[in-house]
């Protein structure tokens, strides 16, 4: 029995060691990965700090762009009552607005469902296919339109005749308008860019604040989680004390009871050959080696029946003399044995004072890992108060940020309303031209936010994939506390880690993206600078025999201002062939048209050449004029000009 006990005992200590073992593994791994998160925790507050600075170099960038559109506004304002006449035809362009300002809000709510409607905003980009295709055949359809009246205007020229004279009048006037309204076409351009950016900079700090709320709350969840574990933990380090306690007064208790038992080993081996006189001093004995033996039994259960049925047999042998004989020559075999398992035993006594030892200094490195994550919960606090700390300043700058916010979007509206009121009576040709600028934009910011959407999916199947990691980590993990806790830091210091490395990407994706938009802004003026090119010839072209002159002497004055416009065509015939081609064999046709108009021509020519080279200013020599400032000089309010318009409708 006592070999099994000690047995068991043997056991058990092995087992011990074997965990011993692996703490003390676990806990140098957690020494590594302390000074590790240390260094990391160093970068991530360097990299906060220029976040912050950036934050403030965008926030003195937002305040200097108000300035100069406060500026803007007070100028358009002093021009607001020489420019009422210009109020009709961007009603049409308001609901367009209106109704792209609806379709932005839709999609701000469909984000939330990316991953059940991707389905769907694939179709939609099909749709969107289709309808650029559309928008093309209404492109062909509306030059043939063109050319349609064209041909009409031919049979108006001999009201134009009448008109030319006021409009020469109306140049000289609108020379000096021209330049103030090409300079404030200009500023209102690059007032719409700056607002333009300035919206996207700010829905992407938005979107970079909700996560930062959001990661706040996971990180609130975790510090609970953790906090309730060092509480089980520290349960489970006292029951842990307890237990290494209670086996070391067993120990002892043991070392004792072996000594003992040696004791009475040696008083039989002396009474052995004694008289029958001292078999009640042997059985005195005998009774004082059961005693200590019911000691044992107390302290193992398994000894408990087997010392009953001894005490039994010590009483049958007070009564019976004559049986203890024979059974003094079985203890003697009994003696011989217990020698053997003596020896045994005190072999495995020294092998457990070794392991005593061990024990012992395993006990000391806990202690020290108890100091250490100690040490640990107070850097976590230090870190969390911190994190506290900077939370709310980040909540301050967001009411900060969200105050300048309303208050860009309200100057934007006014100013919307007074680009409305400043562009309302523009011509046939600028109200086409500007249909055509708000399809393209939507049909690009269609095509931009569905890419966005494709991207945030992959995001979000790339973090949906981590979290699932963590989640097969903290099952993984529950089986051992102290594991579970350094596992967990670990993972939530690399979430942090790809965070960081996604805003860094996400900050390069939209540069690209930026400057992806600028080059199709380009793209798209080039294009507006061809038709405007087409439409400078078609006001330059005479409209009548009587008129076919005028081509020839402003081609002949103005050498200087052709040169822009032919590098410009040049430019986008690359982009736009088909327009160019069609604009140019009309373009052709109609002087081969006017050409073979005969002599009278030919003679209002060389009269109109004089009056025309003396009423022509030099300004307009001097370089290519901008669409707006062309546009703005061909559609001047006049009485003539309402009469022509009348005649049109009535012919």
Sequence with gaps: QLLTHSQSYQKEKQNLEAELADKTSELDKLMEDKKHLTNQTKSYEEKRQTLETKLAAKGSDLQKLLLEKSESEKKTKSLQNELQHIQKQLNETKKKVILLTDKESELETEKQKLCDELTAAHKTMSHLKVDVNSLEVKLRLKTEEAQIKANENEKMGQEIQDLLQNKEQLRQNNVSYLQKITQLESKKHNADESVSHLKAVIEDLKTKLLQEEKEKINVFNRLENRESELSKLNEENARFDKEKIELLEKVAKLEEENAAFNENFSIL???????????????????????????????????????????????????????????????????????????????????????????????????????????????????????????????????????????????????????????????????????????????????????????????????????????????????????????????????????????????????????????????????????????????????????????????????????????????????????????????????????????????????????????????????????????????????????????????
């Design 269 to 651: 081996s002396s009474h052995r050959k004694s008289d029958e006189k001292r078999m009640d001093l042997i059985t005195s004995n005998l009774n004082q080696v059961f005693t200590e033996m019911k000691q044992l039994v107390r302290m193992t259960s398994s000894l408990k029946h087997q010392l009953e049925s001894k005490n039994i047999e010590l009483k049958q042998i007070k009564k019976e003399k004559v049986v203890l004989m024979e059974e003094l020559v079985q203890i003697k075999e009994d003696y011989e044995k217990s020698e053997a398992r003596k020896d045994e035993l005190e072999n495995q006594i020294e092998i457990m004072r070794t392991e005593l030892h061990k024990a012992q200094n395993s006990l000391s490195r806990l202690e020290q890992f108890e100091s250490e994550k100690l040490r640990l919960k107070e850097d976590l606090e230090t870190k969390i108060a911190e994190f506290n700390s900077l939370t709310d300043h980040y909540k301050r700058e967001k009411d900060s940020y969200l105050q300048v916010l309303d208050h860009v979007q309200d100057q934007v509206n006014v100013y919307k309303e007074k680009s409305d009121q400043f562009d309302a009576e523009k011509g046939s040709w600028s109200k086409q031209i500007d249909e055509l600028k708000a399809e393209l934009k939507r049909t690009k910011a269609t095509v931009v936010k569905m890419e966005e959407l494709e991207k945030n999916n992959a995001k979000l199947a790339s973090e949906v994939q981590a979290k699932e990691i963590e989640i097969y980590k903290v099952k993984k993990d529950s089986e051992r506390a102290l594991q579970q806790q350094l596992d967990q830091f670990k993972a939530d210091m690399k979430l942090y880690q790809d965070k960081i490395s996604q805003y860094e990407k996400d900050r390069e994706i939209w540069e690209k993206q930026m400057k992806q938009m600028k080059t199709q802004f380009a793209t798209l003026e080039s294009n507006l600078e061809e038709k405007e090119n087409f439409i400078k010839q078609y006001i330059k072209q005479p409209l009548s025999p009587y008129t076919a002159g005028l081509h020839n002497h402003s081609q002949q004055t103005s050498p200087t201002e052709e040169q822009p416009v032919q590098n410009q065509s040049q430019a986008s015939q690359l982009q736009a062939p088909q327009q160019s081609s069609q604009s140019g064999s009309f373009f052709q046709r109609m002087l081969s048209q006017q050409q073979g108009s005969g002599p009278a021509s030919q003679s209002f020519q060389g009269q109109y050449q004089g009056q025309y080279q003396q009423q022509t200013p030099r300004q307009t020599q001097a370089a290519a004029m901008d669409f707006f400032t062309l546009r703005s000089k061909t559609t001047q309010p006049s009485a003539t000009g309402n009469n022509y318009g009348s005649q049109w409708k009535e012919d």
